[in-house]
T-cell receptor, first 111, second 115 residues
Framework: RKEVEQDPGPFNVPEGATVAFNCTYS??????FFWYRQDCRKEPKLLMS???SGNEDGRFTAQLNRASQYISLLIRDSKLSDSATYLC????????????FGAGTRLFVKA | DGGITQSPKYLFRKEGQNVTLSCEQN?????MYWYRQDPGQGLRLIYY???????QKGDIAEGYSVSREKKESFPLTVTSAQKNPTAFYLC??????????????FGPGTRLTVL
C-alpha cells in the first residue's frame, strides 16, 4: 500500500459543478496535511492546510478523518480556472521534516 | 521580493556529464528539499536538509548529491550515475517552528533533458 494515495483521475466536470477528491494515508501518526494545486508545467502552490476541525476558504472545503485516515477536498461552483492537478501532502511524523506527496488528481472543468 | 529561485529554467546535458542545479531562498527558511517529477507523476523526494551542514536522503537519492553550506542555498548535483535523469526538478523550503511542520514553498523548477 502506498503511503499516500489519491483518487485516480482525471475528473471532467461542467462549470458550476461540485467535485470532491479523497486522499488516504497509511501512517496513523501523521500530523500535518495539505492540499496543493499544480498547473501544467508549473510548481505546486499551497491551496489549503487541513486542520482537525476542517477548514473552508471560499468555494474550497478541506476535511480530515483521522479514524479512517483520509483527507478530502470539496470544490463548489467549479470555475474553468480550477482546472489543474490537486496534490495531497502528508507529513508522516517519522522524525524530521520528510513529506509525502500523492500522485495528484487531475481536474478538467469545461464550459 | 522574498522567494525561491532556481536556475537554470531549462538544462540540457550529454550522457556521462555531471550537472548542478541551483536553488536559493531568501525566506530565512530552515529546511530545504529537492524533488523530482516525471510526466504525469507525483513528486518524489530526492534529498532534504533541516539545518546547515546536514542533509538526509529521500526516497530516490541514488545518482544525486547535495550540499548545504549556507542556509540560503541547497544545490543539487545530478551525477552520471543517475541513469534516467530527464525530469522536472523542484526545490522547496519551509520554516521550522517549535517542531511544527509548516507548508512548503516551491521554486519555479528546472527542466533537465539528457541528450
Amino acid at each position: 500500500r502506498k503511503e499516500v494515495e489519491q483518487d485516480p483521475g482525471p475528473f471532467n466536470v461542467p462549470e458550476g459543478a461540485t467535485v470532491a477528491f479523497n486522499c488516504t494515508y497509511s501512517n496513523s501518526a501523521s500530523q500535518s496535511f495539505f492540499w496543493y494545486r499544480q498547473d501544467c508545467r508549473k510548481e505546486p502552490k499551497l491551496l489549503m492546510s487541513v486542520y482537525s476541525s476542517g477548514n473552508e476558504d471560499g468555494r474550497f472545503t478541506a476535511q480530515l478523518n483521522r479514524a479512517s485516515q483520509y483527507i478530502s477536498l470539496l470544490i463548489r461552483d467549479s470555475k474553468l480556472s480550477d482546472s489543474a492537478t490537486y496534490l495531497c501532502v502528508v507529513n508522516p511524523n517519522t522524525g524530521g521534516f520528510k513529506t509525502i506527496f500523492g500522485a495528484g488528481t487531475r481536474l478538467f472543468v469545461k464550459a | 521580493d522574498g522567494g525561491i529561485t532556481q536556475s537554470p529554467k531549462y538544462l540540457f546535458r550529454k550522457e556521462g556529464q555531471n550537472v548542478t542545479l541551483s536553488c536559493e531562498q531568501n525566506l530565512n527558511h530552515d529546511a530545504m528539499y529537492w524533488y523530482r517529477q516525471d510526466p504525469g507523476q507525483g513528486l518524489r523526494l530526492i534529498y532534504y536538509s533541516q539545518i546547515v551542514n546536514d542533509f538526509q536522503k529521500g526516497d530516490i537519492a541514488e545518482g544525486y548529491s547535495v550540499s548545504r553550506e549556507k542556509k540560503e542555498s541547497f544545490p543539487l548535483t545530478v551525477t552520471s550515475a543517475q541513469k534516467n535523469p530527464t525530469a522536472f526538478y523542484l526545490c522547496a523550503s519551509t520554516l521550522v517552528s517549535s517542531g511544527t511542520y509548516n507548508e512548503q514553498f516551491f521554486g519555479p523548477g528546472t527542466r533537465l533533458t539528457v541528450l
